[in-house]
């Protein structure tokens, strides 16, 4: 069975302090590992997806890059606009649907 | 999230009554997706399908739940009996297929009381 587990569950930064998230993830064949961002009473907003270990892709303050087994999304110097919930969530090479993360909620400080 | 319309965004029913949520994909999307989001839980995966076929409903519940998407209109999620552990958000996700990442709608809000 295909699982994600985000860590931290919750991130409290100041403005400008840099961090990074953490998809720890197990797949029968990975297909892509997608990224998303959660505002509160939203859908998921899509960020990225990588497809192979190696891979990195960067918006704006983010950068995601995968291994393996895990996936980080780094952020530089965060700004309050930044506060969401995170999530990660892997799709496998024999399966139609994605497998979500718990999620992680940031919250960036003026 | 704009080009996913689910509808409606908040919907209040009482026990056993029926709940029917709505999911028009994106533009030129063939393939809708529907996940529940329990209250302090993640995302989980009810169906698959496209025009007129359900594709994988392993998520789905056993009894209750149905998911259509007809030729004409939109996808419609379908909940009888409503009991208060139903009560959760609802989203709809729309793909053109391949490896791209869905495109998820605001979703819907249901409340049993």
């Known amino acids: 069975e295909d699982q994600v587990t985000q860590s931290p569950e919750a991130l409290r930064l100041q403005e400008g302090e840099s961090s990074s998230l953490n998809c720890s993830y197990t797949v029968s064949g990975l297909r892509g590992l997608f990224w998303y961002r959660q505002d509160p009473g939203k859908g998921p907003e899509f960020l990225f997806t990588?497809?192979?270990a190696g891979e990195e892709k960067e918006k704006e303050r983010l950068k995601a890059t995968l291994t393996k087994k895990e996936s980080f999304l780094h952020i530089t110097a965060p700004k309050p606009e930044d506060s969401a919930t995170y999530l990660c969530a892997v799709q496998a090479r024999a399966g139609n649907m994605l497998t979500f993360g718990g999620g992680t909620r940031l919250m960036v400080k003026p | 999230n704009a080009g996913v319309m689910q509808n409606p965004r908040h919907l209040v029913r009482r026990r056993g009554q029926e709940a029917r949520l709505r999911c028009s994909p994106m533009k030129g999307h063939s393939h809708v997706y529907w996940y529940r989001q329990l209250p302090e839980e993640g995302l989980k995966f009810m169906v698959y399908?496209?025009?007129?076929?359900?594709?994988?409903e392993s998520g789905m519940p056993k009894e209750r739940f149905s998911a259509e998407f007809p030729k004409e209109g939109p996808s419609i999620l379908r909940i009888q009996q409503v009991v208060r552990g139903d009560s959760a958000a609802y989203f709809c996700a729309s793909s053109s297929g391949g490896d791209r990442g869905y495109t998820f709608g605001s979703g819907t809000r249901l409340t049993v009381v």
């Open positions: 399908l496209q025009k007129e076929n359900i594709i994988d």
């Open positions: 990588l497809y192979s």
